[in-house]
């Protein structure tokens, strides 16, 4: 549960913290701001991948599903900034699909929390394993963390590429060979 109150003093001390004067006019309202903001974009703790992805219809054969693409935006837990990109997902049905839109509300869910982006990329693709059952998963998530580039770390613009890899994509090099064509990325 979010616990706005919390959030508020929380947010306040930190802003004591850096020396700012929380009775100037522009701070006045920003821990209360911040602590509704929270609500949405932790929104995720909260929620289970499974209530989109049990949405799901049968099909016959088992060609090569793409979403590519997806934007999210997601919090780095070690510093609390942002890190946003894109994610493409593979995978091979088993006798189950589900509804593109639900891949991206997958994202979601997990976007939605504070993030380690290589753990992002093996919940995504261990969501789809665990709901659909297919005969394998890739996850290929690229990004830009403010964490890096706010602080001159690395150029602005500089992705962190993260991959993870279920079934049939451990065993059969083609399959990642052919994801990498149809998402552009070779
Ligand atoms: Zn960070």
Redesign the pocket.
Known sequence: MIDQEKIRQGVKLLLEGIGEDMNREGLLETPDRIARMYEEIYGGMEEDAGVYLKKCFHVVGSEMVIEKDITFYST?E??L?P?YGKVHIAYIPDGKVTGLSKLARTVEVFAKRLQLQEQLTGQIADALMKYLQPKGVMVLVEAE?M??TMRGIKKPGTQTVTAARRGSFETNPELEERFFRMIGRQ
Request: aromatic fraction near 12%; charged fraction near 0%.
């Open positions: 780095c070690h510093h900034l890190f963390h964490c890096m």
